[in-house]
């Protein structure tokens, strides 16, 4: 491929991303050289620098400092490969993404490997929180819900740049991290981003894991029967929610597509073999022509599809040639409920009552407030 020069730049067409980058690049210009000999022009020329960075600062608040930015892989799915680490960067540029109609502002990275070119959308902390609040629950809900999605949002995203930093990006736009479909013009979200502004979830002073899920119609799930891994404040709590689009629902799926997703031949039974203190489905026995296998119930999610099986909270109706997942709820369940925030926040609870409930023993602090070597995740 042929690099175009960015100072030419006014739209370039990436193959197979579909993205079209008006950009120039960025340049960096050195620093006011001191002179013995012009020690007054030197003092006059340093005024005048802060004074023009103030100004900047004022109109643009979130560009104050590279450490408030954040690199997103801006990726369609959580089955996309990754770059790999062997990835290189291309081009380096600023302006505007379009990608599957939507856009995303900041500085851009395009970095390629054996699997192809992607972008890595390098933008304000602050900026990048308001996009997944509004991707991730929306404008119209309750003002302390948006608030508590905002703090967990930007903890969770803070927890994770510590664990990546690095790498190439931090995380990415996809349900493998948390959703962000890019730049955000909404009020609502936007007040309840900066009602929060830079406020984290702590406990013993540092960031935490903050995960959550959609609906869990019970109580939530314990981090080790999912992962394998414990946190002290992610503990099995009701979920609080109510009416939601995810009480019940069905999912049907012939043999054959279950064998096409797990790469073995011939399934011709399933069965439930084992639960999780939660009453969630732990494991599985699937019977095939030749031989029994035993897989995890969130492996078998993941094959088959986060979204076309919605969550391990679910009873089995074996047909002859199919098998139909009688459940409730969406995600994971471990940590807050987004719906069951929502049914707080109706109730009359604010953000912080929300998130204490879902994280107990935890703390909120400013990130400005701890110390950088708070901020390992380790």
């Keep these: 491929m042929q690099i175009v020069k960015a100072t030419n730049l006014k739209n370039v067409i990436l193959p197979g991303l579909s993205a079209v980058i008006p950009a ?64 290189e960067k291309v081009e380096d540029l600023t302006g505007k993404v379009f990608f599957n109609g939507q856009s995303y502002v900041g500085s851009i990275e395009i970095i390629k490997d054996e699997h192809g070119l992607y972008v890595v959308n390098n933008l304000p902390f602050e900026k990048y929180v308001e996009g997944v609040v509004v991707s991730e629950v929306g404008k119209d809900w309750e003002v302390e819900a948006l608030k508590a999605q905002a703090v967990i949002s930007r903890t969770y995203a803070t927890f994770t740049k510590n664990q990546n930093a690095e790498k190439n990006f931090h995380l990415t736009s996809s349900e493998l991290h948390q959703v962000y479909r890019g730049n955000n013009i909404d009020q609502s979200v936007i007040r309840a981003v900066t009602a929060t502004k830079g406020e984290i979830l702590t406990f ?104 076309k099986l919605p969550s391990t909270a679910f009873k089995i109706i074996k047909g002859e040639t199919e098998v139909v997942f009688d459940g409730k709820g969406y995600g994971h369940g471990v940590g807050l409920s987004q719906w069951g925030a929502f049914e707080m926040a109706r109730q009359g609870k604010d953000y912080r009552e929300i998130l204490s409930h879902y994280y107990p023993g935890t703390t909120i602090k400013n990130n400005e407030e701890l110390s950088s070597r708070n901020f390992s995740s380790k």
């Design 24 to 87: 120039c690049r960025e340049s960096n210009d050195g620093g006011i050289k001191n002179d013995s000999g012009q020690a007054g022009m030197t003092a006059i020329r340093q005024v005048v620098t802060g004074l023009l960075v103030s100004f900047l600062l004022f109109l643009f608040p979130h560009f104050s400092s590279a450490d408030n930015t954040i690199k997103v892989l801006i990726l369609e799915s959580s089955r996309v490969p990754l770059p790999s680490e062997q990835a």
């Design 204 to 307: 013993e002073e540092r960031p935490i894991n903050a995960l959550y899920h959609a609906s869990c119609e019970g109580n939530t799930e314990l981090p080790e029967e999912v992962w394998r891994v414990s946190y002290p404040y992610l503990k099995s709590v009701e979920c609080n929610d109510k009416n939601t689009p995810y009480e019940s629902w069905q999912r049907r799926f012939p043999f054959d597509e279950i064998s096409k997703a797990l790469g073995i031949k011939g399934v011709k039974d399933i069965s439930i073999t084992s639960y999780t203190a939660t009453e969630r489905v732990k494991t599985l026995k699937i019977i095939t022509d030749e031989d029994a296998v035993e897989i995890k119930a969130t492996e078998l999610r993941r094959l088959l599809g986060y979204k």
